[in-house]
């Protein structure tokens, strides 16, 4: 398996940056961290080994995001307009730098093909994933966001002031009138997923209310609530990757064929 290892100076942030590419073609999956995780993370955890099969016979192609939610969401005592514009600054780095570099490395892997990635995550990687196709829908493919919570209340309180309320889904999608934008997020596709065993009963309450919220906007979305004993945790989401990447990338061959 191909493995790249990149290091930057992001203009965006004024801090370096690092990523972690595996697979040398295929559709692109760009896949975010869990809360305050690392570039690192989903190789540590076992996930690039579970998906080896996908990404060894050229099917997928994965990029693994640094986050930097110590400086935004999970700074505790920091100024919320400070941490918010922080995070909108980490928005602009993956749309601005990231994104072009791995959309160009996707383009000369697959034989100058231009393939949208997928974004994913887990937990907070899902939030990420999700706010950013719902923000930037002309730039994604879909999601696959894994027992995500869908608003900022959790980690910036009540407010939804300034740049806040314009990352919190379930605030800012049921206002939504926009039909192009409307008509951009009718054409991905998106699959939200959560267990319904332990640790997940927050994922379970704004699953089902995004669920709602797309429905009523007539967005399209495989919405999977998964069983009893499905925790919040790496084995289970493990299980849910290979699920539906599977399927994904069968659609992705039926429309090919078609």
């Not at 192609?61 to 941490?83: A, C, K, M, P």
């Not at 995550?121 to 950013?132: I, K, P, R, T, V």
């Not at 829908?137 to 696959?144: D, R």
Request: glycine content about 8%; some cysteine.
């Amino acid at each position: 398996m191909l493995i790249d290892y990149r290091k930057s100076f992001s203009r965006e942030l004024g801090r370096d940056m690092e990523w972690k590419r595996y697979g040398d073609a295929g559709r692109p999956v760009v896949m975010f961290p869990t809360s305050q995780g690392r570039f690192y993370q989903y190789e540590d955890t076992g996930t690039i080994a579970v998906l080896s099969d996908f990404i060894e016979s050229g099917r997928i192609q994965i990029w693994t995001l640094d986050s930097v939610d110590g400086e935004t969401f999970f700074n505790r005592h920091g100024d919320l307009t400070n941490r918010i514009e922080r995070h909108e600054a980490y928005f602009r780095y993956v749309r601005n730098e990231a994104l072009p570099e791995i959309a160009e490395m996707a383009r000369l892997a697959n034989g100058n093909r231009e393939l949208k990635p997928i974004f994913s995550g887990c937990s907070m990687g899902a939030f990420h994933a999700a706010n950013f196709a719902f923000r930037f829908p002309e730039l994604v493919s879909g999601v696959i966001a894994l027992s995500g919570v869908y608003s900022t209340q959790d980690f910036l309180g009540p407010s939804l002031e300034g740049s806040i309320y314009f990352n919190s889904p379930l605030d800012y999608l049921p206002q939504l009138a926009d039909e192009q934008v409307l008509e951009r997020l009718r054409s991905l596709r998106l699959i939200f997923c959560t267990g319904q065993g332990a640790w997940e009963e927050h994922m379970i309450v704004d699953t089902r209310r995004l669920e709602g919220i797309l429905r009523a906007k007539q967005i399209p979305a495989w919405v999977d609530y998964w069983g009893d004993d499905v925790s919040h945790d790496w084995p289970w989401w493990h299980r849910q990757y290979v699920y539906f990447i599977d399927h994904w990338l069968a659609d992705d061959e039926k429309q090919r064929a078609a």
